[in-house]
């Protein structure tokens, strides 16, 4: 790996289309993103899936709620199997990850998705990015297994 970041890769028990619309309909992501221990009202959720679309929400984390604003805008869109998009919890516009998502249709109803988050966080942060990414992406499967 040549820039800090993440990458994680999850199967799971769902066709592609279904763990697509878990990445960009508003309802299914307010309801993962976070994991367990935030809450995203579906009522701050924004999103305009298109390059050059923005997206936004708020989300509170953690038993004291601590309010954080997520945004972004989508670089690429290419349904259903490449999401390209910035993700920052600052205003400015210069301060920014980037994250893909790669869904590649395994046969049989199974989906495996690529996760990059690259940018310029220090590794100790990277760290924890990716405890918090893998705990969302749990409460994806747990949806996609009960739906």
Do not use: H
């Not at 299914?28 to 936004?56: C, I, K, Q, Y």
């Amino acid at each position: 790996m040549s820039e800090p970041g993440i990458t994680i890769t999850r199967v799971f028990d769902a066709p592609r289309d279904r763990v697509w619309r878990e990445w960009t309909e508003p309802e299914r992501f307010a309801d993962w993103f976070g994991g367990g221990e935030s809450e995203v009202p579906l009522s701050t959720v924004s999103m305009d899936v298109r390059p050059g679309g923005a997206w936004r929400l708020k989300m509170f984390a953690g038993p004291e709620r601590r309010e954080i604003r997520w945004n972004g805008e989508f670089r690429e869109v290419v349904e259903p199997e490449r999401l390209v998009f910035t993700l920052s919890d600052q205003s400015g516009e210069e301060a920014y990850e980037l994250i893909v998502v790669v869904l590649t249709d395994l046969g049989d109803g199974r989906t495996k998705m690529l996760f990059e988050q690259r940018g310029s966080l220090p590794p100790e942060v990277y760290e924890g990015a990716a405890q918090g990414w893998s705990g969302f992406f749990d409460r994806i499967a747990e949806r996609l297994a009960g739906a």
